[in-house]
């Protein structure tokens, strides 16, 4: 064996070549993995989302914020809201023990948007004069809004995704976002949402009378 090695030098050479080929390859390969490692953590994106309330003299407010407290952009796939466990796009019910014709409201579409670092979203505002609101109106509105949540799917610019809720405040990871489908803030802010109900019913039957 010993005079094998004497006179196999070049074959020698050519396995300690083989093996600090692979080591540099090794390096190579987790310097990339800790590199890509670095470059996702420097953008994730960590969405918080709230439900308010406030009170500024003779106005009551409720709504969500959505903050952004990641060192990311968040990309906005999905946006579902919950009621009772199940998906709903009917979010007017959410202030039906206030009064409808004092209301003030304001939103914004969630789904596509990027939410830079640092950066707050209002999705939706209400807000009525506070002496038209009575006590028992104010309670029976928090009773309804522990009935619902709102889940939002955003993912980093690594396609890295994530799910946000009101009611648990970590984050869940996901492989991806489904469908965007249609905004349940931008519906709200339709012309049919903002109907009286009994003109939604009018023009609901109207329709019908003409197909």
């Known amino acids: 064996m010993l005079g094998w090695f004497k006179t196999n030098h070049q074959a020698l050479t050519a396995i300690g070549a083989m093996v600090v080929g692979l080591a540099a390859l090794y390096v190579a390969w987790d310097q990339a993995r800790v590199m890509r490692a670095q470059q996702h953590g420097a953008v994730v994106p960590a969405l918080q989302v709230d439900a308010f309330t406030r009170s500024e003299g003779d106005r009551l407010s409720i709504g969500l914020r959505v903050a952004n407290n990641g060192v990311g952009p968040a990309m906005v796939r999905n946006v579902q809201v919950i009621r009772d466990g199940e998906p709903?796009?009917?979010?007017?019910?959410?202030?039906?023990?206030?009064?409808?014709?004092?209301?003030?409201?304001?939103?914004?579409?969630?789904?596509?948007?990027?939410?830079?670092?640092?950066?707050?979203?209002?999705?939706i505002s209400v807000d009525w004069r506070a002496s038209e609101v009575g006590t028992d109106a104010i309670a029976d509105l928090f009773a309804e809004w522990e009935r619902w949540d709102i889940e939002i799917c955003y993912c980093s610019v690594f396609d890295r995704c994530w799910i946000a809720t009101v009611q648990v405040q970590d984050r869940r990871q996901v492989a991806s976002c489904p469908d965007p489908g249609q905004d349940v803030f931008e519906l709200y802010g339709s012309e049919t949402f903002l109907m009286p109900r009994a003109l939604q019913d009018e023009t609901s039957e109207t329709a019908g009378a003409e197909e």
């Open 88 to 123: 709903t796009q009917a979010i007017e019910a959410m202030f039906t023990a206030l009064p409808s014709d004092q209301l003030d409201r304001s939103w914004v579409t969630l789904t596509g948007r990027v939410i830079a670092p640092g950066e707050l979203v209002t999705p």
